[in-house]
């Protein structure tokens, strides 16, 4: 059973002149027009949607009516309260890539009775609600959900049941939020998650004292994830909104589609490797979104997500509060084992000064841990994907030669004003991956590294061509240039 707790909003300490360097995407759409060169879709994706064995989900949701000494608020109609729940469903839905086909919502809010003041409160209204479904099983691998909403006075803390690893999406389970308007949406999906065996996300956050630095672990602190802290918008401000699943927690519960994270690993002896890679935001639903990374010297596993507060992300705590250290940019995660074969992410800082904090790499910034090294840049537009160099060193390796990959790369499409052409590679060594770097007449074009290239106005005397560098672990990387 989890238990969570809130919080809410810091000052802003950003360092000052640093924010104008990360293209930030804001709230506001782009025309066609304003856009130079070519567009800036991402890539599709690629890969069949995953199949698990249990694809239909179903929340039975009942309303708690307090008999203690609590009282009765509910700030909301029963009509927002459900509106609620389905928002949370369709999460699940969407970031599953549909791998849960459907979540549906029983019933039309019945309601129970429970005090508040019980310790018990959350196992007897989870009993109670259940009665009123006769013939419908919970938890284990069911897809049945029993969701309890209580009135704001009962104020304990959202709790959930924890599914186990290996039912994973499979799970059902027990959910317990209290009616707060600020935070209900991600506390119901935080939540759920739990359902589906998902842990906290933590984080490591440092401080000083008598001139020693240190950063222990600290519970809910990484604030780029649903699973972490359930926080409050200020007064008058729309609540926040559940940022989308991490490359940590997708390939957790086997959801990425190929390419979307790719992996970056040395071979047995080799003594280093380094590869780039185009990775867009997080929020996003197209193209390289993540890199998974181990570190030669100790085993550990990384994630990298460019979390840029656009799509899913966009109205993110991140994206919309003024926090200490929470910017945009490229985010490290490290896989902590826990027992039974479980783990959980643990965010890693980018600098251990207590007087700054940053859980984010912005625009040519390097991050060391270990035998990993990762680098950020150059400076990318806002929209566009974030170039992500990843560079692992084994001391005690040697210099080892790779194999070369083959591949070649074709243009399709007509070049003239407004069409579209399309990157084609063609015979590529089985489990590469792709970045796109389209050039006029042999000179990169700005903003123009996706898989697609819209021709602009007036291309007499313009040739369009098309670079396509592949990698993948164990291979050196190719470029290859269209005709």
Not at 10 to 27: E, H, N, Q, Y
Not at 122 to 138: H, I, N
Request: charged fraction near 15%; proline fraction near 6%.
């Amino acid at each position: 059973m989890r238990t969570e707790m809130r919080s809410t909003t810091s000052t802003d300490r950003r360092r000052p002149g640093r924010l104008r360097r990360l293209g930030v995407v804001s709230a506001v759409a782009v025309s066609a027009a304003g856009l130079a060169g070519g567009a800036v879709a991402a890539p599709a994706p690629t890969g069949a949607a995953t199949t698990i064995a249990t694809p239909v989900h179903h929340a039975y949701v009942v309303k708690m009516i307090d008999t203690g000494s609590q009282g009765n608020t509910y700030p909301e109609t029963d009509a927002q309260l459900l509106a609620h729940v389905d928002k949370a469903l369709d999460f699940w839905v969407d970031q599953t890539d549909q791998a849960i086909s459907s979540f549906t919502r029983a019933g039309n809010l019945p309601t129970i009775t429970g005090d508040c003041t019980s310790s018990t409160v959350k196992s007897d209204s989870w009993a109670a609600g259940k009665a009123l479904f006769p013939g419908v099983t919970f938890g284990g691998t069911t897809g049945n959900h029993m969701i309890v909403l209580a009135p704001a006075g009962c104020a304990y803390p959202s709790v959930a049941t924890t599914g186990s690893l290996a039912n994973g999406l499979n799970s059902g389970g027990n959910v317990f939020v209290y009616d707060n308007p600020q935070i209900i949406d991600i506390s119901l999906t935080h939540e759920l998650g739990h359902n589906f065996s998902f842990n906290h996300a933590n984080a490591l956050v440092c401080s000083t004292t008598n001139g020693t630095t240190t950063c222990p672990e600290a519970d809910y602190q990484n604030r780029y994830s649903v699973m972490s802290l359930a926080l409050s918008s200020p007064a008058g401000s729309p609540p926040y909104l559940p940022p989308a699943l991490s490359s940590y927690a997708r390939d957790r519960v086997g959801v990425l589609k190929t390419c979307e994270v790719p992996s970056v690993s040395l071979g047995t002896g080799q003594h280093d490797v380094t590869a780039t890679y185009d990775v867009w935001g997080r929020g996003s639903k197209n193209g390289t979104r993540g890199i998974k990374v181990v570190d030669p010297t100790t085993g550990d596993t990384y994630f990298l997500d460019y979390r840029d507060g656009s799509g899913r992300d966009a109205a993110s705590y991140y994206r919309m509060a003024s926090a200490t250290g929470y910017n945009s940019g490229v985010t490290v995660e490290k896989v902590k084992p826990l027992s039974g074969g479980n783990t959980q992410p643990v965010l890693q800082p980018i600098t251990q000064d207590t007087t700054w904090r940053q859980y984010a790499l912005w625009d040519q910034e390097t991050f060391t841990v270990g035998g990993l090294t990762v680098r950020t840049g150059p400076y990318a537009y806002a929209g566009d994907p974030s170039q992500v160099t990843v560079t692992l060193t084994n001391p005690s390796g040697t210099n080892t030669t790779l194999p070369t990959q083959q591949g070649t790369a074709t243009v399709t499409g007509t070049p003239t004003a407004g069409q579209t052409l399309t990157a084609n590679p063609t015979n590529w060594t089985a489990g590469s991956c792709h970045r796109y770097q389209w050039l006029d007449n042999g000179v990169p074009i700005k903003r123009a590294r996706n898989a697609t290239f819209t021709v602009p106005a007036n291309p007499a005397g313009h040739v369009y061509t098309v670079q396509i560098t592949g990698q993948q672990s164990g291979y050196q990387p190719l470029t290859a240039t269209s005709l």
